[in-house]
């Protein structure tokens, strides 16, 4: 067919009438969001010319993501990790100013209530891998120590899993919940993450296979800084050196978020990390 | 969070990343959509400002879509149908010159090997609904009568509902297969379509009432037109006066294919509808 027969003045006028329906939305975001949508759904079927074969390939894509979400995975999720789009609402709405550290992806291994430790302790707490020990501090953008910051960690073990996709296990490991101390230090024991691939047996997976990703997420260890007067921190750190750091199949890495892990004569592996929290809006008065 | 510690420089790089993660797809076309899909998704997302709450409203909505849809039923081609996608695909890829019927869309009734009729037969075969007779005529768009033209029809009942929605029917009806005459005619007899609301009760359903938008399609009669030599029109003829014309959910109604439907003195109700096909790109050179 002659495509030169489609003008664009004629393709406009779809986005408005589309637009008009939903012009009596009573809820002025969501009607604000949905005409966005629209433009945006258009624009893209414009510039890529879609044809109603490939059209239909998306629908079925789409209804085979939702036919894989269960009660224990959200497929939906993970097609938007993929896509950046995970990421970018982290960086649309948890930016931090220069000289904070910066925050990343989620993820979708958080637990509730996860076990209090003493600093020092073992998080551990029976994970399988090679033993660590981290060292870190907590402190505000002035450079003063935040004392009794809550510092949460959860991270993959030796084989790449964390303790919640372990059937039967019946205990948190290599998970924990710490309080800094009032020079804003902590520290603890535990095992040396490991890389990891995302779920690549759903059709998010053929998405990447089909694009030649890689499924593997380079190794990382999770923090969830709470401070009082502080923007809350999520975010990772990263093995400096790990083969999968360029490739995260989430877009979660962040140069700023990557350190030495550093092999001690005793076997086991240190990690050094300083976090700067973000002082609340509240507090600064902006 | 002030919002000005996102830089577009930032949000652009993060495009880029995940494009450039797309760039080893050993097909040129997937790598293709998937490049534009993720700067219009990106574009949507940064342009509403999306929050993660919205995001996760998101999440939540597509996958009950997904969960929506089986064997009998597609929520994503609805959710296509009610944000103009699908009359999008109809326009790029079956876009009409000036002076040819326009296609609109397909619709989920269409059934292969409906029924035979003979010219001047009753489709209707048992349908609810008041008498109706259809004239028509098929020609070229140089104004020729194009022969023995295959003629495929079908529609809502009365009740507006379609034969396939009538569980243990057993037996098709208001829908047919014609050939036009050596000088392009045709004519039979059915019952007067009605309106009928889009499935309401799922996810596009909520959709469509939070936005006081109506789920009501205007009465329409399906025409498929296949002839050598010419490309296969796939259009609806609604009729004048209809109150849902203005809101048809699925943007499928054009002015040039709303007809006047007449109520004859023997109380049946007549339509004349002539239809012009577009020569087939081989038959025109272009």
Not at 191 to 219: M, T
Request: aromatic share 8%; hydrophobic share 40%; glycine share 8%.
């Amino acid at each position: 067919m002659d495509k030169s027969k489609v003008t664009d003045a004629g393709l406009d006028a779809l986005i408005h009438a589309v637009q008009r329906a939903f012009e009596n939305t009573p809820d002025p975001r969501l009607k604000e969001i949905m005409t966005l949508l629209v433009k945006h759904l258009h624009g893209f079927a414009r510039e890529a010319r879609l044809t109603q074969e490939e059209w239909f390939q998306g629908i079925r894509f789409l209804t085979e993501v939702g036919q894989t979400c269960s009660d224990v995975r959200q497929e939906f999720i993970l097609l938007s990790d993929v896509l950046g789009l995970s990421m970018l609402t982290v960086e649309l709405n948890d930016a931090k100013p220069a000289g904070c550290t910066a925050p990343t992806v989620f993820g979708p291994f958080h637990v509730e209530h996860a076990p209090r430790y003493d600093n020092g302790e073992d998080i551990g707490n029976g994970a399988i891998g090679k033993p660590c020990v981290i060292r870190g501090s907590v402190r505000s953008l002035s450079g003063r120590p935040i004392p009794d910051a809550i510092v949460e960690v959860w991270q993959a073990d030796d084989e790449g899993l964390y303790d919640v996709q372990k059937p039967n296990l019946g205990q948190a490991q290599a998970r924990g919940v710490l309080q800094a101390r009032a020079d804003g230090s902590f520290d603890f024991r535990s095992v040396v993450p490991e890389p990891y691939p995302i779920p690549a047996d759903g059709p998010v997976g053929k998405l990447l296979h089909a694009s030649r990703r890689s499924a593997w997420r380079p190794a990382h260890l999770h923090f969830m800084i709470k401070a009082e007067g502080h923007e809350t921190l999520i975010t990772h750190v990263f093995r400096r050196g790990d083969r999968f750091l360029q490739s995260d199949p989430v877009f979660g890495v962040r140069d700023c978020l990557v350190a030495d892990w550093e092999l001690q004569p005793d076997g086991s592996t240190l990690l050094v990390f300083d976090f700067v929290l973000n002082p609340s809006s509240e507090e600064t008065g902006s």
